[in-house]
């Protein structure tokens, strides 16, 4: 059988497995960036179709480029709109990340996106990248290896987080600290005994359900200090914010040597 550099499930069947995953948000949309991050050793990356610089066009660059390394990809798609996920499916992506989902109701409907008829309504084709362009017809039969992520980032989609987090299909709960502490009144403050409790009813919500738990991190520390307490699909920043530190560090440390 010829060799595959499609994920085929295995950042799926990891995180189902409960092990620690660590990996970046791709904001710059560059192929060279994501195979930059992928050499130097994360789980995943996430290219940012909501926040990031890129749209569609990068993914089909993107995701061959950090899959080289053996590392898939994860895309925040703009919106949970059918054909939005469909695009991004069709290209191979390893998983979806679903963003601005407020109810129990509006995440059914997002995952029904994920798979085909009759399950759902995804659209069918097999002319795809994800069908290796016709050669693995078979992979329409293997929809259950997306991971599905679902982010939860108001004070609506805490209070149905349990809910959420039964559903068949979302395999990620996924935290925005952001947007999260804003719509919990305590902008920016995740010190905050408001969001230490949300983070800590997401967390149990999915592990109650044996379902993955994500955030996105600023540090390496902070990263690590997640991963203790038992979040398991970690980002740590993107590929801007660390280019940004790194230079901005070592521009500091050049200049007061003088």
């Known amino acids: 059988m010829t060799r595959s550099i499609l994920d085929q499930g295995r950042l799926r069947a990891k995180l189902a497995a409960g092990e620690p995953t660590v990996g970046t948000f791709i904001g710059s949309a560059s192929p060279v960036t994501a195979e930059v991050c992928a050499a130097a050793g994360v789980d995943w990356v996430l290219l940012d179709l909501e926040h990031g610089a890129g749209g569609e066009e990068q993914v089909r660059?993107?995701?061959?480029?950090?899959?080289?390394?053996?590392?898939?990809?994860?895309?925040?798609?703009?919106?949970?709109?059918?054909?939005?996920?469909?695009?991004?499916?069709?290209?191979?992506?390893?998983?979806?990340?679903?963003?601005?989902?407020?109810?129990?109701?509006?995440?059914r409907e997002a995952l029904r996106h994920l798979r085909y008829p009759p399950a759902g309504d995804r659209g069918v084709a097999t002319y795809n990248r994800a069908c290796r362009f016709g050669l693995d017809p078979a992979a329409l039969d293997r929809e259950g290896e997306i991971l599905g992520v679902v982010q939860i980032e108001s004070v609506s989609a805490l209070g149905e987080v349990e809910e959420i987090a039964a559903m068949d299909g979302v395999d990620v709960l996924f935290v925005g600290p952001r947007d999260l502490s804003h719509d919990l009144g305590v902008p920016g403050d995740l010190a905050a005994p408001v969001y230490r409790?949300?983070?800590?009813?997401?967390?149990?919500?999915?592990?109650?359900?044996?379902?993955?738990?994500?955030?996105?991190?600023?540090?390496?520390?902070?990263?690590?200090?997640?991963?203790?307490?038992?979040?398991?699909?970690?980002?740590?920043?993107s590929d801007a914010t660390l280019l940004a530190g790194a230079v901005s560090a070592a521009v500091g440390e050049a200049r007061a040597q003088r």
Not at 67 to 95: F, H
């Open 197 to 237: 409790e949300a983070l800590e009813r997401v967390r149990k919500a999915a592990a109650a359900q044996g379902k993955a738990c994500g955030l996105l991190v600023s540090d390496g520390a902070a990263a690590a200090a997640k991963l203790a307490e038992g979040w398991t699909f970690v980002g740590i920043g």
């Open 61 to 107: 660059t993107t995701v061959p480029a950090a899959a080289a390394y053996g590392v898939p990809t994860v895309v925040r798609v703009e919106s949970a709109a059918r054909i939005r996920i469909g695009r991004v499916l069709d290209l191979g992506v390893a998983g979806v990340m679903l963003p601005r989902l407020d109810t129990a109701a509006e995440v």
